[in-house]
């Protein structure tokens, strides 16, 4: 994101979030309305879900957004937030973009839900990029490692960064009802989308942009569920409140501009089809750790920490963080996710034989959870050696 304070762009992005905030709630395009979809008041966004709609319904939520700006300032662009590269623009601390307010005709059933406080939460920009550095969050690793991985349903695994992005900002964002109301909400999906794209644009020659492309992706046997609806989950109403639309689609919406990518070394489709895998992840993940967990006791966004504490050395601990965005209970959509399973690569300075030690926090107060409360099982594989042809 190359937008400077003051310029051109900063100043039409400002007022078109202006102008979407200042009309009333019930407007089709009022920033509220919008905002309302991805939890508080409709609960209709998609994480972790049964179908692999977390990317499709965000690529098409994105889209509805820009448009409400352009009837603001016709032609702005809805630029994306790089966090992976450990920045953050000084404008994300300055109106309209750190701040926003529930209507007062909102206000009552919002507090109800959240407890009193009804204005933005969000971290000082020095905590957010100490967030994103941790590191034992393997970020970002996972972009570039979802990138390079050519077989659908790869993309969705984009949601692991995506969450860590989101508890990186912590307040509003770090909560699946309230994170859309925070204006940098906006900003990262659009990196997300990037994110997509690009892996579009990589995993074949041309590009994957067509259902025939996408079809080609999918492993042997698995059909691409093109028809899904993002108003239901199989055959429910329970997101009846959602926009309409399905996977097929938003195979392909050019909304933002991606001439320069500024992920390192994404290769050709040429290259992944002889390859299968980077040299670089190869040698990374030839260890991959797996959690399970049951997240229906759990309120809200949790972090699963697996610890990997070696049998000759007990001092010898290398870890690695997963966070996860959940809604709590008062999230309406959460109420259907089944177990959620996180996956990434064992460090490299484990010294096996080592015992696994899984610890699961809440992240709004860091409180353990116990396993009777979030039942969990992991798995550590080796990966299969793929030599370069």
């Not at 996180?342 to 699961?360: C, L, M, S, Y």
């Not at 099982?377 to 990966?383: K, L, Y």
Request: aromatic residues 12%; hydrophobic residues 35%; negative net charge.
């Amino acid at each position: 994101m190359d937008i400077k304070k003051g310029d051109s762009e900063h100043q039409a992005l400002a007022k078109a979030f202006q102008g979407i905030m200042d009309l009333p709630p019930d407007h089709p395009n009022s920033f509220f309305n919008l905002a309302s979809y991805h939890g508080f008041e409709r609960n209709a966004c998609w994480h972790y879900p049964e179908h692999p709609l977390f990317l499709q319904w965000h690529r098409k939520y994105i889209l509805l957004f820009e448009n409400a700006l352009r009837s603001i300032v016709p032609g702005v662009s809805l630029p994306y937030w790089r966090a992976e590269a450990f920045q953050i623009p000084d404008w994300f601390f300055e109106p309209p973009f750190n701040s926003y307010t529930i209507p007062k005709e909102k206000a009552a059933a919002f507090e109800k839900i959240f407890g009193k406080g009804h204005v933005l939460v969000r971290y000082p920009a020095d905590k957010i990029l100490r967030e994103l550095r941790k590191p034992d969050r393997d970020y970002p690793n996972s972009i570039d490692k979802t990138i390079r991985t050519r077989d659908w349903p790869a993309p969705e695994h984009f949601e692991r960064p995506h969450d860590h992005v989101h508890v990186s900002c912590g307040g509003w964002m770090a909560q699946v009802p309230r994170a859309a109301f925070d204006p940098i909400f906006w900003m990262h999906h659009c990196n997300v989308e990037r994110w997509y794209y690009t892996w579009q644009q990589s995993v074949i020659p041309g590009g994957a942009f067509t259902r025939k492309q996408m079809d080609s992706l999918a492993p042997l046997g698995v059909k691409i569920p093109w028809e899904i609806s993002f108003t239901s989950v199989d055959g429910t109403d329970n997101h009846q409140n959602s926009f309409e639309g399905n996977m097929l689609e938003t195979l392909w919406y050019d909304f933002v501009k991606y001439e320069e990518p500024h992920l390192k070394s994404v290769p050709t489709g040429a290259a992944l089809r002889k390859t299968g895998i980077s040299e670089e992840t190869e040698v990374r993940e030839r260890y991959t750790v797996g959690v399970k967990v049951d997240p229906h006791n759990i309120d809200g966004t949790f972090i699963v920490r697996v610890e990997f504490i070696s049998s000759d050395d007990s001092s010898s601990v290398s870890a690695i963080e997963f966070p996860v965005l959940l809604g709590g209970k008062d999230c309406r959509n959460c109420e259907h996710r089944r177990n959620i399973t996180v996956h990434g690569p064992v460090p490299k300075n484990v010294q096996f034989p080592a015992t696994v030690k899984i610890t699961i926090t809440q992240h709004s107060d860091g409180a353990v959870i116990p396993p009777e409360v979030a039942p969990r099982n992991f798995n550590v594989r080796m990966r299969l050696h793929e030599a370069a042809v």
